[in-house]
């Protein structure tokens, strides 16, 4: 027995079946923040006062680089996912929310481009 109309039939609505791949990794990406995000406040602050040289000699160790672009990749990754909800679940222009969608994946990829290319400078220098 079918309860969808033969018209949200052909329009495709309905579950695109892909609802439980991005609430998983929401919870998962938010799973990861707590601890990275523990570290780096802790860090940050044990190392205030320090001058810019040796902020930068620590977070150019492999160890704090490796930490530092897992934190960058899990915060922009559970940004965007969380933007796309609000997007898709408040606005309801098709062109508008495609723009957003678009501009908003845009801006994380771009940043998290920036703050892991950002740290790979550090280490490599």
């Not at 559970?78 to 609000?86: E, N, P």
């Not at 957003?100 to 771009?110: E, N, P």
Request: proline share 3%; aromatic share 10%; net charge positive.
């Amino acid at each position: 027995m079918n309860l969808r109309t033969p018209l949200s039939r052909v329009r495709h609505l309905g579950s695109a079946k892909d609802g439980t791949h991005h609430w998983w990794a929401q919870r998962m990406t938010a799973l990861a923040l707590i601890p990275l995000s523990i570290w780096f406040i802790a860090s940050v602050l044990s190392m205030l006062g320090e001058s810019h040289q040796n902020f930068a000699l620590w977070a150019g160790g492999p160890f704090t680089a490796s930490l530092l672009i897992l934190l960058i990749l899990a915060t922009f990754y559970h940004a965007w996912l969380g933007l796309q909800v609000v997007v898709e679940d408040y606005v309801h222009a098709m062109g508008p929310k495609f723009a957003l969608l678009l501009l908003i994946k845009a801006a994380c990829i771009l940043l998290a481009t920036i703050g892991v290319i950002s740290v790979l400078v550090l280490l490599f220098q």
